[in-house]
């Protein structure tokens, strides 16, 4: 019921700046959570940065300071603001939401994932 696409990604130096863009559609009115996860290639998909449907924001140590999660309501859109990139920050990023649907069922739906490739 809800599709997530991500965009925004690319090549940067290091100590650049990208913001990447999640659009939502569907039924967005049963999101509670919408979060940026990250996965380089060969690790583990990593949890970055939450947003909360009141606002609330947390982040994961490694970006904490650098990285910034908003939203756009009136746009359907999540973004994340990363600044001082690093090339650790190199993965390709997801974007996922958590809902219920109105019987109370849980969801999750996952985004396409878009690139993010930092150079040293």
């Known amino acids: 019921q809800v599709q997530l696409v991500e965009s925004g990604g690319g090549l940067v130096q290091a100590g650049g700046s990208l913001r990447l863009s999640c659009a939502a559609s569907?039924?967005?009115?049963?999101?509670?959570?919408i979060s940026w996860y990250r996965q380089a290639p060969g690790k583990q998909r990593d949890l970055v940065a939450t947003i909360t449907s009141g606002g609330s924001t947390n982040y994961v140590g490694s970006v904490k300071g650098r990285f910034t999660i908003s939203r756009d309501n009136a746009k359907n859109t999540v973004y994340l603001q990363m600044n001082n990139l690093k090339p650790e920050d190199t993965a390709v990023y997801y974007c996922n939401a958590d809902g219920t649907t109105l019987w109370g069922r849980p969801w999750n739906s996952w985004g396409q994932g878009t690139q993010v490739t930092v150079s040293s």
């Open positions: 569907g039924d967005i009115g049963r999101i509670s959570v």
